[in-house]
């Protein structure tokens, strides 16, 4: 069974639409979770933390569902710069335990 | 804004030699990883480094590779005898407080083994 699932899309969106993307995790020690960004051939970088009371950041909202494990992501009026590779990551403890990465769900925006 | 940096971004080697991968993390991060990422592939963990010894490794991260911090500002990784399936995206990270906290990463070396 896979740490980390997500669909790995792609997802062909016209701008100002909203998509949503779902990850599934399967060790319930889990303690962290994020969304990361991945444009193609470049680095993960982080766009933003989830928290079990869900969170909001301009026009993305993440929320997390302990019970199910399982968390999402949702963008508002899609940009054309939103087009990446989304990554779901968790991290099953403190200190330096490491990040696991889902394979990440591609998103294209077009105009 | 301090960036981890990487050096460098592009390395082709021959199967059997000897690489070394170079990080400057953030100034003030403690913690310190590498990560890989084969092409088309989700991105793996590989070893992460604190206190100036292994924190925790990975399967992958066998006897072929090791980790040195050879100063107070360099993390490097070294590959011993590359193989073919070594060929990836090679990420280093650093973060303040351990990976709750957001870890930055560099901009990644591309291995390339021939």
């Known amino acids: 069974r896979k740490e980390v699932e997500q669909d790995p899309g792609p997802f062909n969106v016209p701008e100002g639409a909203t998509v949503a993307f779902n990850c599934t995790y399967s060790?319930?020690?889990?303690?962290?979770f994020f969304w990361y960004r991945q444009d193609c051939r470049k680095e993960p970088k982080l766009l933003m933390s989830v928290y079990s009371s869900g969170n909001e950041d301009g026009r993305f909202t993440a929320q997390l569902n302990r019970a199910s494990q399982y968390i999402s992501l949702l963008i508002r009026d899609s940009k054309l710069s939103d087009s990446a590779t989304y990554l779901c990551v968790v991290n099953t403890g403190s200190g330096n335990t490491p990040l696991v990465f889902g394979k990440g769900t591609r998103l294209s925006v077009i105009a | 804004e301090p960036e981890v940096t990487q050096t460098p971004s592009h390395q082709v080697t021959q199967m059997g030699q000897e690489v070394i991968l170079r990080c400057v993390p953030i100034s003030n991060h403690l913690y310190f990883y590498w990560y890989r990422q084969i092409l088309g592939q989700k991105v793996e963990f590989l070893v992460s480094f604190y206190n100036n010894e292994i924190s925790e490794k990975s399967e992958i991260f066998d006897d072929q590779f090791s980790v040195e911090r050879p100063d107070g500002s360099n993390f490097t990784l070294k590959i011993r005898s590359t193989k073919l399936e070594d060929s990836a995206m090679y990420f280093c990270a650093s973060s303040v407080e351990g990976s709750n906290t957001e870890a930055f990463f560099g901009q990644g070396t591309r291995l390339t083994v021939v």
């Open positions: 060790n319930s020690a889990s303690q962290s």
